[in-house]
């Protein structure tokens, strides 16, 4: 078994770091793709823990930690037009806000990969149109039940786990 990574440049010109057979490196991204794409790995998972472990060359950032989109101040995905977004363990989540803020103004919330909210609706775009989902089940909004669908969601919920 080696103890350091052995570079390997492909034919288009892409340099790649093996360690073991996995894609691993310590001290900078293990893919450096000749377009200026940096991708870091960890044992064969992409990971980084001092900044994105995907680096487009077109600005698109992607934060994961061992191979699961993840960060812990900020949103796991951030695109280079603007658009952000929160993942925890491969699925949109973010229990204070949207899960994804589009740069046209647009907020999608999600929780575990479902779009989820109790307090308003769960899809909120730019040009107005509004939805309203609970546990990733659209819901005809109406204010004089909203209350009670959300509490019959939560027994239903209590009840379930």
């Known amino acids: 078994m080696s103890s350091s990574p052995e570079m390997i440049i ?3 010109g892409n340099k790649h770091w093996y360690l073991n057979g996995n894609l691993h490196r310590e001290d900078g991204p293990a893919v450096e793709k000749a377009n200026g794409d940096k991708f870091w790995y960890l044992n064969g998972k992409s990971h980084r823990e001092d900044g994105p472990a995907t680096e487009k060359a077109n600005g698109d950032k992607h934060w994961y930690i061992n191979g699961r989109l993840f960060r812990k101040n900020g949103p796991s995905v951030e695109y280079a037009n603007g658009d952000k977004e929160w993942w925890i363990g491969n699925q949109r989540h973010r229990d204070d806000g949207p899960a994804v803020e589009k740069a046209n103004g647009s ?6 990969g479902k779009r989820h ?13 509004k939805r ?25 919920h209590i009840m379930n786990d």
């Not at 039940?145 to 939560?154: F, I, L, N, P, S």
Request: aromatic share 14%; charged share 45%.
């Open 107 to 112: 907020k999608l919330w999600y929780l575990n």
């Open 10 to 12: 492909d034919e288009n």
């Open 132 to 156: 309203w989902y609970l546990n990733d089940k659209r819901i005809r909004y109406d204010p004089e039940t909203w209350d009670q669908k959300v509490g019959e969601y939560r027994i239903k």
């Open 117 to 129: 909210r109790e307090d308003g609706p769960s899809i909120d775009r730019a040009n107005g149109e």
